[in-house]
């Protein structure tokens, strides 16, 4: 009986079921007689997302099933359906995968990593600062968390088989998780972050507008206090057991390197096109067009017999059911708010939000409210829908809008278990971290990083004047 019932939640069928049955509790909780269209919203939204989240079908179909759905039950029209591709953030992702994808063809994401590792990487601490480091430059010109997350771990993994570590051992696990926590925080200090593009896309509506720079700036000492909280908490989890292999680490990289042999002529011309579209994204104040349009302009240039750097089969690489999913998420929050579903929201978290004065614990609310929604949501539906409910609850309350907001994503970017996020998933996938070793270092980074929440709001962010 009891192999039966393990066989049945192992199945798309419990996923099916428990899709069904999630959507039907939350559309009772948020019936309304009255309003017919936001009840079969919440009921469309509530199933779409919770079968993206048990996986019951590919996300292309379930992202094109969701649309069809609005458009079926006259929930909204196919203009505003599919409003989803005529917003610049799919297009932007899609180049981000493109300059990703050419990047790790000729290898120059790779010697960036490798080059920061062997020249910084003489002890744990310094191996951590140079996973850090190399994420910083390497999210800076490749506009997608997720590709930098794949590059990080396909060299951690490597190394950790080199040094022939035993999988899922404390040292191999703290590779791994140094790797994962340098690209993951590094690259959400950039505006491209896909979650963080999509929620200040959101947040237009309510004039809450920011550039590359902006958000870089008002982004970056979080981003700094973020890394130095969970290098700590991995210094003590696995630095004497990292120890005695950290030379051989060196080695390999240098070895690695060697391997490459000397910069190509592509390379250099793949760095080239990345920095000149990084520079279209971030110079937006100065030549005036919309910066994700620049940069996608620049990017694409790549086809073209002048820069001969993309091809054809380079676009089978792209991950387009990821684009269908950012979509249809775009059209969640688009359409949500012409039903007025973010004022229901607000109204409902309003009076728990009212009895906090204290502008430090309203945005350390926030970013715990950000880390109990991401058990329950993909973080991209999560921004998309729930960023301008967050605004204008800050607004009601009097605060700044972006300390309240940056905070929420900061809670969308934690995790305990690896299934709360798709880069997680990729870096539990390496086989060489154990999933304790993700609980324990994961749970106590999500816990003080609290403190440098307070110290944000507290300090940092009134002196910029945000």
């Keep these: ?130 996973f850090y480091l190399a994420g910083m430059v390497l999210g800076a010109i490749i506009p997608d968390t997720l590709t930098v997350v794949i590059i990080f771990m396909t060299i951690a993994s490597t190394i950790c088989k080199k040094l022939q570590l035993p999988p899922v051992s404390r040292a191999s696990s703290t590779i791994i998780l140094g790797a994962f926590i340098g690209a993951q925080v590094a690259c959400a200090t950039y505006l491209p972050d896909n979650v963080g593009i999509i929620a200040m896309e959101m947040v237009k509506e309510i004039g809450i507008t920011t550039s590359w720079l902006q958000y870089f700036w008002e982004n970056l000492p979080f981003s700094v206090m973020h890394a130095l909280v969970a290098f700590t908490i991995l210094h003590f989890f696995g630095s004497k057991y990292l120890a005695e292999h950290i030379n051989n680490a060196r080695v390999y990289a240098e070895e690695e390197l060697k391997a490459l042999g000397p910069v190509s002529n592509a390379e250099y011309r793949t760095l080239g096109l990345a920095v000149m579209a990084l520079i279209a994204f971030m110079t937006e104040p100065f030549h005036g067009i919309p910066g994700y349009y620049a940069f996608c302009s620049v990017v694409l240039l790549g086809f073209t017999p002048c820069v001969g750097l ?12 990821i684009l269908f999913f950012i979509a249809a998420c775009m059209a969640i929050g688009i359409i949500g708010m012409e039903l007025d579903i973010p004022s229901k929201v607000v109204a409902g978290i309003m009076p728990i939000m009212q009895s906090v004065e204290n502008s430090s614990i309203i945005a350390i609310a926030s970013y715990y409210f950000g880390f109990v929604v991401n058990m329950l949501l993909p973080p991209v539906a999560a921004a998309t829908t729930l960023s301008l409910p967050i605004a204008e609850i800050a607004t009601n309350l009097g605060e700044p809008v972006k300390p309240v907001l940056y905070s929420f994503l900061y809670g969308l970017n934690q995790f305990v278990l690896p299934y709360e996020l798709g880069q997680a998933l990729v870096m539990f996938a390496t086989g060489y971290v154990h999933i304790k070793h993700i609980i324990i270092v994961m749970g106590l980074r999500t816990i003080f990083v609290m403190f440098a929440i307070g110290i944000m709001s507290t300090f940092v962010w009134p002196l910029m004047g945000i």
């Design 310 to 321: 993309l091809t054809k089969d380079d676009l089978r690489k792209i991950d387009f059911p």
């Design 1 to 130: 009986m009891f192999a039966k019932l393990e066989d049945i939640r192992k199945s798309s069928l419990f996923g099916w079921i428990a899709s069904l049955a999630i959507a039907l509790a939350i559309t009772f909780c948020f019936y309304d007689p009255a309003t017919p269209k936001a009840d079969l919203y919440w009921f469309g939204t509530i199933m779409g997302i919770c079968m993206f989240a048990f996986e019951v079908i590919p996300t292309f179909a379930t992202a094109i099933l969701l649309l069809m759905f609005y458009i079926v039950t006259g929930v909204a029209g196919p203009g505003m359906a599919f409003v989803g591709w005529t917003k610049p953030i799919p297009w932007m992702c899609m180049c981000g995968m493109l300059i990703g994808i050419l990047m790790d063809k000729c290898n120059i994401s790779t010697r960036i990593a490798l080059l920061t590792i062997s020249r910084i990487g003489k002890t744990p601490i310094r191996l951590y600062i140079s």
